[in-house]
Nanobody, 124 residues
Framework: QVQLVESGGGLVQAGGSLRLSCAAS????????MGWFRQAPEKEREFVAS?????STYYADSVKGRFTISRDNAVGYLQMNSLKPEDTAVYYC????????????????????WGQGTQVTVSS
């Protein structure tokens, strides 16, 4: 089992920045992908970015060039710059174990463990 706890959400003006953190605990192996997803009201949860244990990264087109995913041992980060109102959502971190690298997955069902989510609100 892996427990994931996000932090760092909040309210920011358009053009501003936020950094989300995701602390992982439980299973000791670090050979997992960490992903970030987001869900806006009345919309489906969507992929944002993922990072492998070898630090290979992959981004959704909508955030490429603005968001940066990283990890340091058991803590993952999502640095969000040039935020837009359409980035407003609950952001979730997720983890999945896989021996294949790089093999980024963008589907919700590919991830086995999820955090509780943190709200990000971008005002115009």
């Amino acid at each position: 089992q892996v427990q994931l706890v996000e932090s760092g959400g909040g309210l920011v003006q358009a053009g501003g920045s936020l950094r989300l953190s995701c602390a992982a605990s439980g299973r000791t192996s670090n050979r997992y992908y960490m992903g970030w997803f987001r869900q806006a009201p009345e919309k489906e949860r969507e992929f944002v970015a993922s990072i492998s244990w070898t630090t290979s990264t992959y981004y959704a087109d909508s955030v490429k060039g603005r968001f940066t995913i990283s990890r340091d041992n058991a803590v993952g980060y999502l640095q969000m710059n040039s935020l837009k109102p359409e980035d407003t959502a609950v952001y979730y971190c997720a983890a999945r174990y896989s021996s294949e690298t790089p093999y980024h997955r963008t589907g919700v069902s590919a991830y086995d463990y999820w955090g509780q989510g943190t709200q990000v609100t971008v005002s115009s």
